[in-house]
């Protein structure tokens, strides 16, 4: 009987959800490939923070691996222009230039923005990023926590943007279809790269490792 107690709830354990706000309809939702989206207001904030739940078939590393392929993001991600990575302070550090195309009659986004990569525990990785500088923004910040779950990734997205006076009047529906749009596109690539494409999911894996080691990969004389 007590052996049987705990495989029971060792069991339970793994496949508990690593986020417990979330209820068990709403995991039972992501198990069947729809997503969570949540909304709360901020005060003096035009728009709201965002978060985003979503099960991506892969790795927690092969997921956390693709999402900060920084340089490679411009590749995927719908309106993105360029991403740049322009400095790092620390090899887990790295500060981006990115260029989004703006609807008309705007001009693009030009702005930077820092990010961290961290490792948490259980498998589970966490990249932070904030606002270094902007033409659309007064303060961006934000993380992604991929969490091992089932040997998937349980995705936890939040982010808060407050944008500049100009873009304030923009309906708050745009920004989150935008956000949606984004990563769908993420998890797309992630699924692309992990199956069609193993040597180059090899290679960001190992770029993971070698970040979180120490190791600089945007600037390798650092290292020296």
Do not use: C
């Not at 944008?163 to 309906?171: I, Y």
């Not at 920004?175 to 960001?204: F, H």
């Not at 190992?206 to 190791?215: A, R, S, V």
């Amino acid at each position: 009987m007590k052996i049987l107690f705990i495989l029971l709830f060792t069991t339970l354990s793994i496949q508990a959800s690593p986020y417990p706000e979330l209820s068990k309809s709403e995991v039972s939702k992501l198990e069947n490939g729809e997503y969570i989206l949540v909304t709360k207001s901020v005060k003096d904030r035009p728009w709201p923070v965002v978060i985003f739940y979503k099960l991506i078939e892969a790795s927690s590393l092969e997921s956390v691996a693709v999402f900060y392929a920084l340089e490679h993001q411009s590749n995927y991600i719908p309106n993105l222009l360029k991403s740049k990575v322009v400095g790092q302070r620390v090899a887990t550090e790295a500060d981006v230039r990115y260029e989004l195309k703006m609807p008309w009659p705007l001009s693009n986004g030009d702005y930077i923005h820092g990010h961290k990569l961290s490792y948490k525990k259980q498998k589970s990785y966490k990249v932070n990023w904030w606002l270094v500088k902007s033409n659309t923004a007064k303060e961006v910040k934000g993380s992604a926590i991929f969490s091992n779950y089932k040997g998937n990734t349980l995705l936890k997205y939040e982010s808060l943007v407050v944008p500049q006076s100009f873009l304030a009047s923009f309906v708050e529906g745009k920004m989150l279809e935008d956000v949606k749009s984004s990563l769908v596109a993420i998890r797309k690539e992630i699924l692309r790269i992990k199956n069609d494409d193993k040597s180059m999911m090899k290679e960001l894996a190992d770029k993971i490792h070698q970040t979180l080691n120490g190791k600089f990969i945007y600037f390798p004389k650092k290292n020296n």
